[in-house]
Antibody
């Protein structure tokens, strides 16, 4: 059974960089059938796609976040990562990693709450 | 970008009754070359990640009860729960994947028991 697990700091200071990693188990991140992505959800609000990556390293980013986002993949560790720079309180959210088939999420991690606060 | 608008924002339905959720896209998500609508539906229960229910607008994901169905084409779509069960209380989201450069979700519809 495929499982995805987000990890990283739950508290980030304003203007700093948010960094999260998603570890995939029960399947290979190098599968040619899927993309892997990050989606976030501010408390009490809806879902926002952040970006997606293929195992080869090809990426797509949300245009509204593109200048601050970097998504990378480490196939040797079966992981992919998110970096979001210059964060503000508006970036406070539950961050989910997900498998995309290949452009709609079909498996999601449980999510991790990241709070931006000094 | 393609904007997804859901209605209503919330609805209360009696157990066993039908629940209908609407989703409208700002432009067509029907890909003419394969005649497929690039639209999915998700269910999110409190404290849980979203769960895929429907893709290609009407294809039910494996394991999803057949009381859930999706319909529509082009810009107008509907998710129907034919006979609401207590475990269906959740927020439901539509998502377009026609624009792979920018995936977008609807604002969500909260379904409660009347």
């Amino acid at each position: 059974q495929l499982q995805l697990q987000e990890s990283g700091p739950g508290l980030v200071k304003p203007s700093e960089t948010l960094s999260l990693t998603c570890t995939v188990s029960g399947g290979s991140i190098s599968s040619s059938s899927y993309y892997w992505g990050w989606i976030r959800q501010p408390p009490g609000k809806g879902l926002e796609w952040i970006g997606s990556i293929y195992y080869s390293g090809s990426t797509y980013y949300n245009p509204s976040l593109k200048s601050r986002v970097t998504i990378s993949v480490d196939t040797s560790k079966n992981q992919f990562s998110l970096k979001l720079s210059s964060v503000t309180a508006a970036d406070t959210a539950v961050y989910y990693c997900a498998r995309l088939r290949p452009v709609f999420p079909d498996y999601w991690g449980q999510g991790t709450l990241v709070t931006v606060s000094s | 970008d393609i904007v997804m608008t859901q209605s209503p924002d919330s609805l209360a339905v009696s157990l066993g009754e039908r629940a209908t959720i609407n989703c409208k896209s700002s432009q067509s998500v029907l890909y003419s070359s394969n005649n497929k609508n690039y639209l999915a539906w998700y269910q999110q229960k409190p404290g849980q990640p979203p769960k895929l229910l429907i893709y290609w607008a009407s294809t039910r994901e494996s394991g999803v009860p057949d009381r859930f169905s999706g319909s529509g084409s082009g810009t107008d779509f509907t998710l129907t729960i034919s006979s609401l069960q207590a475990e269906d209380v959740a927020v439901y989201y539509c998502q377009q994947y026609y624009s792979t450069l920018e995936l977008t979700f609807g604002g969500g519809t909260k379904v409660e028991i009347k």
